[in-house]
Nanobody
Framework: QVQLVESGGGLVQAGGSLRLSCAAS????????MGWFRQAPGKEREFVAS??????YYADSVKGRFTFSRDNVKNTMYLQMNSLKPEDTAVYYC?????????????????WGQGTQVTVSS
């Protein structure tokens, strides 16, 4: 069982930056593939980024602006978001998958955090 808790969301102007954190419980955190998803009002949840032990995969919409990293000692992962746009406004969720490879499908993830709101004003 893995419990995930996100933090770091907030309100920022377009062009600004935020760093989201996701703290995980459990001794086997390092073996999970981790992911970030987001959901804007009235829209379906969409993939943002995924990180395994060996690779990182980004959605085209965030590539070059967002950086996903993990600290397996602290059982924490981070999403550094730069050059934010109003269309990045959403609730951001971290997730953990028992699979060993990066994956953009939400049904590949077994555990989810409660979400943190990111609002980018124009």
């Amino acid at each position: 069982q893995v419990q995930l808790v996100e933090s770091g969301g907030g309100l920022v102007q377009a062009g600004g930056s935020l760093r989201l954190s996701c703290a995980a419980s459990g001794r086997t955190f390092s073996s999970y593939t981790m992911g970030w998803f987001r959901q804007a009002p009235g829209k379906e949840r969409e993939f943002v980024a995924s990180i395994s032990l060996s690779s990182t995969y980004y959605a085209d919409s965030v590539k070059g602006r967002f950086t996903f990293s993990r600290d397996n000692v602290k059982n924490t992962m981070y999403l550094q978001m730069n050059s934010l746009k109003p269309e990045d406004t959403a609730v951001y969720y971290c997730a953990a998958s028992k699979l060993s490879y990066t994956n953009k499908r939400s049904d590949a993830y077994d555990y989810w955090g409660q979400g943190t709101q990111v609002t980018v004003s124009s």
